[in-house]
T-cell receptor, first 117, second 111 residues
């Protein structure tokens, strides 16, 4: 099946710094990728939809200037958490759709644990 | 607005028991429904995907059913094993690019 990777798997950063998370589709081209965040014992909440070659679409309540998304190629999307604060500590998961499959099944990355100290 | 609810929130069963996890959704206009497994601190593993035109899907000891008209899906796990212990998430694709997740059921299978 299709594989989506994320890097890094864990990151610890100091408050006020920025951190970048990469999401890659390894064996397919993903025109659309999605970024989710998950708080402990809660479900996944969609943050934004990342479209290759265009601006990301953010969900209501998500600060686009804080969570910068760049879908630079058909296999790579990045999420940059700018000026991170402890409340940004969370589990971030990306997913991608393989447009070559039916019925547009989503493939999820392994997630990135962000801890802001 | 589509909402997905999973019951129970947590479940503890002895090894070997058959069990059913429930998922309900408020808007029956869905494209597909997917069941995932999530181990602690890990990403999601897709278990079964049911298209809106299908009634059920099976994979090994897992069987997922879909009743779109009533807004319900069940995940049946036969002969549960300690290795099945995880959180099970139900997710509904509304036909656009949005997937709405339930809060999950935390399953613990006791040896």
């Amino acid at each position: 099946g299709a594989v989506v990777s994320q890097h890094p798997s864990r990151v610890i950063c100091k408050s006020g710094t920025s951190v970048k998370i990469e999401c890659r589709s390894l064996d397919f081209q993903a025109t659309t990728m999605f970024w989710y965040r998950q708080f402990p014992k809660q479900s996944l909440m969609l943050m934004a939809t990342s479209n290759e070659g265009s601006k990301a679409t953010y969900e209501q309540g998500v600060e686009k200037d804080k969570f910068l998304i760049n879908h630079a190629s058909l296999t790579l999307s990045t999420l940059t958490v700018t000026s991170a604060h402890p409340e940004d500590s969370s589990f971030y998961i990306c997913s991608a759709r393989d447009p070559g499959t039916d019925p547009y099944e989503q493939y999820f990355g392994p997630g990135t644990r962000l801890t802001v100290t | 607005k589509q909402e997905v609810t999973q019951i129970p929130a947590a479940l503890s069963v002895p090894e070997g028991e058959n069990l059913v996890l429930n998922c309900s959704f408020t808007d029956s206009a869905i494209y597909n429904l997917q069941w995932f497994r999530q181990d602690p601190g890990k990403g999601l593993t897709s278990l079964l995907l049911i298209q809106s035109s299908q009634r059920e899907q099976t994979s090994g000891r897992l069987n997922a059913s879909l009743d779109k008209s009533s807004g319900r899906s069940t995940l049946y796990i036969a002969a549960s094993q300690p290795g099945d212990s995880a959180t099970y998430l139900c997710a509904v694709n509304t036909g656009g690019f949005k997937t709405i997740f339930g809060a999950g059921t935390r399953l613990f299978v006791k040896a």
